[in-house]
């Protein structure tokens, strides 16, 4: 509701055409509904091919089924992460258009226009950080992005990522994905001039300590040009992508 | 050199124009040149107004000054960043024309061509996090982007920030700078649908451990499309701020 | 036994009513009677309507229903903490009065006379931490308070929080259980002029650390007006907002 | 602006007294007004006599001179936390009227109407923690509470904590302050059935982390009804201690 | 050996009553076997009555069973720790003369000749804590200790603790168990003037780290006379009283 | 005062010997001076000759000298820890016949009646963990014991401490002093069946974080008979191994 | 490809040898053959007897069996670490010559050429520690090595290892694997003059963290010539034994 | 002192050639002077051309001239680390022969024989690193080693490391030294198949933790072939390497 807005309501109250009771009404909840400028913006992205998400995680499949057939009325385009295959199985039986992308334990739905912007690349160390490489590159393709690919690169056999050296400057934003040392990001985001989202994951032992050292990795890069979020967050990764690649 | 160019040089080899020891020459050093793609583009940038920055802090006045003319003479743009005012002023005395800025402790100097895109937004929590900011808003403007700031908006009142929607609602990119307990990216990034650059600072006391309680603080963050940056570093923030903003 | 006390017991015996033994007796136990007047206070509480709460977890239910039992035969409310569904049903089945409550995983039983003090609101970011809440909600409530609640209300979409404004005003005490960044006590600590006991949950993955992220954020708000209780720790919140509200 | 003042407002608009552009320009801030309930209420408590407070650490006595005479030009109390010897030296030649109360290094002034509310208790465990609990001491005074202190009564001479009864059964809130093992507060919170707000102190060496074991040990105390507040923040128990007051 | 041994074998080697083959292979083991003076003092000890430990987790009952008749088929007392129920059972069936101590998950075996010197007395905060107070009863009664216990006497409730002062008073050695805040030591401490053996245990939750806030409240004590021992470490508690016993 | 002084002072009062307001004041008392056990009995440990301990950091040297001064004028020994040369000199001079420690930091006074009990061996492992093991000494000493010495013995050449078995197995008590990886005291614990008291030192750097390397070692060495104190606290290790060396 | 490849290929070109299509498609690749050198290199070190490892963790055994047979058809040596035994049946199914080792959990195939260089003997502290030990002794053996073991001889019986004396001094290479205080690489590495290499175990409860305070303990060691792998990483500290006893 | 010595003292004993005093004296210390093969052994070093290493921090300048001296007089080469410019001058005012290295802050004294085996290369990422990586180049060249160093080839720029093919892969053993991400040595330890002595740097900021993040990546690294030393412990990667180099 705009100043523009404000002032027709005003000239119909004078002109006696809205009654005060109601014109007080619209105003009074005025605040809020302004307030709420981002979640309509946010609402405004949806219709655009955003999707609402839903952490599966510790949800039950009903529940699930149940938060999936509302947002699919509404005609919202839908992914769920941390969904594994057996509640996805479950969820399948009550919605058969769903997909299910087993590697990422993603389930989504829905139609989401393409933009005809740059790629989003993915890339992983080890074949171990796939299923979080995944949940990124799921997360940027619903959210219609062009995505590509480069997996299992790390910095300990660094010719096999040079090879794809076009792949890498192609690119318009990349998300790096890796656990153990967490080196790949510092040395990718010495080679391009892109933006770079790094993802720590919790792959490795010992003092890996869940992703922390890669982390640590991340947050200390010597590189330009990077940022960080939360170890396992391959959604997050996604979506800020997304973002970028909007900008 | 790309394939086209290897193509010319073998043909002048083979008409005899370019003799062998200078092909071997010009060849035996492909691999590195050719490696050195990311070198190459990352001196492009440096021409386009891309600074070379300096690390000022453990550095003596006399050795940041020689680096600096160094830089100078290619008529490269300068940041010079964590250098206190004793050595700034130090260095004044040798070259005159470049500026101090005393709140980031940061020097510039250079020309910087300006681009049309958006705007990046840099927003504090409290008036001690304004140092960190202005780092990052300093790399941000020698890098050639149109800036805006919001500072002192923490979320303990939180009025403060609403007062200012206009400014968040248009900015491209935004830099949220904050210490203690480092909720206001979450606060933003649940406002706005444009990448957040989340910066943690050293600000606060006790169980702040010297920002690492904003920095969990803002990997854990509840809200979509936020990536975080070390603690203190303003220079990183604004520079992938930069890179998205060019995306 | 106060000073008075003595002088008439010292006067029974002068007079010869009190035989020496018998006096010896009661002053020989005096300093534990008297150390004890936390204990007798204590239990005055309790018979004032405040539960004798069991920590249910790493009991079996046998031992859960003997203690429940004893305190029944004395009249005293019941609460008891971290019970699930399946000891739950066990417990019932020799005690079928008591009523357990599924969300916060506690039973309770007696009569709790109300009082007519403030309401103590609680509050909860996600709907992951309603089971913490709900544990201090069920606690306040035993104890003899007004309670009200209002979940899911996240910073993340602080719309939801401010269209609630009245309940937050209103509120005398507030609880405010947020997990993963932390940062709803910031946030309502700078909205209300009550005192905030803020309950950091185990709620997230990666870098919350169970809970310790969250932690933090609440130890280093920059609001004024909050303390905390260990993580996860309904109970706690709701017993000293209990105290609280009595002051 | 409650719904009668906007019906005033539409009236006025419709009888022709109040022009459109005039009601647009009012209405239009009205959701940061109303946001504002906070602020306002805020402001209204300071003019209760609610200190604005400085943190002094970090600012210069010149910068802390000047923002003390804004606010007693408002009339409104000081109260200044963190100010070494010689900085309060120097603001007082500036402000002579001001008092400088070297144990806990705070700067206060102003009138403050006293409450007839209960009395707040500050502990101490040892002499060396005495700096934080008169910050705590003197923000409940400054506050308008009656206040009474306690200090060097740490565990490891109990009976001198038994000695003074009567002084923690008297007391409607308890703030107590304690470093090393910070073991005071779980003897307290035994032995009373008020509030106790715990503070950890940064006292020790080794082991003691500047106050984390402290700090731990408060957090995961057996006895309820004590809530923490950040290592060293006598402020913030003396703030939340005076809102638990006023309940 | 010493120089007088070998004295008298040198001249049994002049006289030629010992041949030179016998000398050197006697000779030639004398440094092991006098480094081994250690473990022949061992060795002692175990003939006066001190258990061989055997630590059970992690290994199978068969493989325990085998350990503990080899000890019994040298008439050694026997100690094995960290048994649970189940493998007990298994193994009393090839040993029946063994005891299974369900609280302490210990099994005991062989004659141990009391000594007459003071009392051990374990103490523990919460009835959670006993299993690792049991344990240390267990290896002061099986190393020949008087031994006493005073549990569920914890410091939330502190005149629990001073009904006993007779028990505190008269032990020699005293072992405190406790885990969440881990205070009492401290408090017992400042009670005594003997040496307090505090044993930190995991029971507690969320910032209780496993037992770490119990730790670190007793290494950061402010009474003296307290050492500490690993987390859990109920044998390694027993067993160091035991020595001290024996001083 | 036992039950016999109870019945005396009662059949006082019966015979009329004892006014009751007398004896009213003197029972009133009764709980703390009961209470007060400990504190009586510490009170005598000090006529018996132990040391009345002051920490002497963050002291000014005229508030050490008033405290010595008050203890000398009942007779007391005196022992201050952590004094540095300096501030001794200033002592000194008000106090000529204190005696300064320089290896230990420590001030000593007063006549200390000495035991015929067994000997307290203190151990360093480094020549850098001196101070910490000549403030044990001293400590050890000024309580009354027999001490000895053993430094620089540290595994790294582990034959310097087989050198000296016979000082090592004729101790009662051991206090073993180590920084950086700790293992001296698990190597003596092997040696030895006497108690061990184990004192990690902040001696290192990196990952010694300050003593904690060598703390964990302790706590978790294998060998038997090993209880660990904060660390630096050379004083702590004294202090307990002389109550040891009492039993 | 060196210069003198490069001048053949061209001088092939000029005498129309070698098309220029051949050539460009020749050095097209030339940047990542060259860079490749460390992969060719890797291949010829595999060709020579040295494995390709197999993480079998978190690996069907289908996956494993599919792997190892596209390695034997290469007829290259193979080694799978960290495989259960149930997984290991499985797997010997489908390939019945390949060997399991149940202690290392280890599978292993292929002929390996013997080197007759020097002995790497590998010592384990306690029997817990073997697993790890031997994973470090398969892998040393399976790169050719002749190899040595020593176990259950850590520091709290230390006479056992000096029995051991000529084993560790005629070692050209140690691994030294030790959980719990992690000391017996320090005291060994204080023996020999040889490298030593220490792997930490998560061996041990409480403070031992999982490895932590061993591997604390191994970089703080007062002992020279001592480096360190990760916690558990048997066949890391195996392989870089391997290189240091072919250099 | 092997068995023949002792048959051949016998012999004299039994001919009456040797004394049986003075037998009795040469094997009295026999345990040690064999327990002491470490120690011998060590000595040999010494005299082949290895430092007695002296760690100047924390010692005085004229407690290091004093060593030295001692040192010199036995014709030792002397390795003086940790040593500042003034410390420095002042003892080359008293040996005047002593060279002192600025940028490793070491001083280096005596003859030292070059042996003809493999080239040590010390590798830096920053030059920050720098001093760290000087401490061990001077350490491994005073052992006698061939040594060379390539500086300033962190990832961010990894075509600088690639242009120095040549010196990597010619090296014997890599000593990889490097802050912030700590992620060169995963990058080398790719590209050769030489052992990799990886030391973590203090250099970075925030969280760095004083190298602790460089610390965990090498730890963790994903390439093969990598050990660790502790955080800026550039004497123990080159007194290691060297051990290495002489295998």
């Avoid at 027709?8 to 307030?35: N, Y």
């Avoid at 199985?89 to 389930?107: E, F, Q, V």
């Avoid at 330009?224 to 996604?238: L, T």
Wanted: with cysteine.
């Amino acid at each position: 509701m705009n100043p523009e807005d404000i002032r027709q309501l005003l000239e119909g109250v004078k002109k006696g055409k809205v009654p005060i009771d109601a014109a007080v009404e619209r105003l009074k909840t005025l605040p809020f509904e302004d307030i709420g400028f981002a979640t309509l913006d946010h609402h405004r992205s949806l219709r655009k091919g955003f999707p609402e998400v839903i952490w599966g995680e510790g949800k039950t499949s009903s529940q699930i089924t149940m938060i999936i057939k509302k947002m699919l009325n509404k005609n919202y385009p839908v992914l769920v992460t941390r969904v594994d295959a057996r509640k996805a199985a479950c969820i399948k039986k009550s919605i058969p258009n769903i997909t299910y992308h087993p590697l990422s334990r993603t389930l989504t739905s829905g139609k989401i226009p393409k933009t005809e912007k740059g790629t989003i690349l993915v890339v992983s160390a080890g074949t171990s950080d796939i299923p979080v490489a995944e949940e990124a590159l799921i997360t940027a393709t619903i959210m219609g992005n062009k995505v590509d690919h480069l997996y299992d690169v790390g910095v300990a056999g660094i010719h096999r990522l040079f090879e794809k050296k076009d792949k890498l400057l192609s690119a318009s934003v990349l998300i790096v994905v890796a656990g153990m040392e967490g080196a790949l990001p510092s040395v990718i985001g010495g080679l391009v001039d892109k933006p770079v989202i790094a993802v720590p994951t919790s792959i490795g032992y010992g003092t890996g300590f869940g992703g922390i050292a890669a982390l640590l990795s991340m947050l200390n890069t010597c590189a330009s040009g990077i940022a960080v979020v939360n170890i396992d967050n391959g959604f997050g990764a996604g979506y800020i992508a997304s973002l970028i690649n909007r900008v």
